[in-house]
Structures are given as C-alpha cells and as structure tokens.
C-alpha cells in the first residue's frame, strides 16, 4: 500500500506542477483550496445544470440588495472547475 501512495502522491505533485506551468497562482491557490464548495441553506437563488456528458453542476446564491454575497457550488464530475466560474471575478 505505500507504493501505491507515493504513486498517488507523485502524480499528484506532478498535476500540480504542470498546472502551475498554465494557470496563474491564484487559480492554483482555488483549486487546492476551494472556498465556495458545499451547500446553501435557503438560497435566493438556484439552479443546477447537466452538461450532454452528465456532469452536474449545482449553484446557490444568496442576493441583498442586488448584490451577491454568497455562492456556493456543488459538483459532480467536473471538479475544480466550477469552482473557479465564482472566484473569477476575484482574480487580478
């Protein structure tokens, strides 16, 4: 079993490497830290889309005066990405 996880932790690192070679460090940073992942209780808003692959990506938003204060995601199947889609607006 140690084998198989330095294995899993050798390609973990090397993914990482080869995304910071693409992606600015803040993405990276998103990523490996995601601060809108889970669920809202009682959202203002909400919806969930399934791509034609059957990924699944679910959104809730809480609204005050026109403004968003906060947006969780949920989501199967395409991992970080979503993620991202709500941080974007935070990156220089």
Not at 38 to 47: H, I, Q, V
């Amino acid at each position: 079993m140690e084998d198989f996880d330095k294995v899993i932790e050798e390609l973990q690192t090397s993914i990482i490497e080869e995304a910071r070679k693409i992606y600015p460090e803040k993405v990276i940073e998103y990523w490996l830290e995601p601060k809108n992942a889970g669920k809202m209780d009682n959202p203002d808003g909400f919806a969930r889309i399934t791509g034609s692959c059957g990924d699944t990506i679910e959104i809730s938003l809480k609204v005050r005066n026109d403004t968003i204060i906060d947006a969780k995601l949920e989501e199967l199947g395409i991992g970080w990405v979503a993620d991202k889609l709500v941080e974007y607006n935070k990156l220089p």
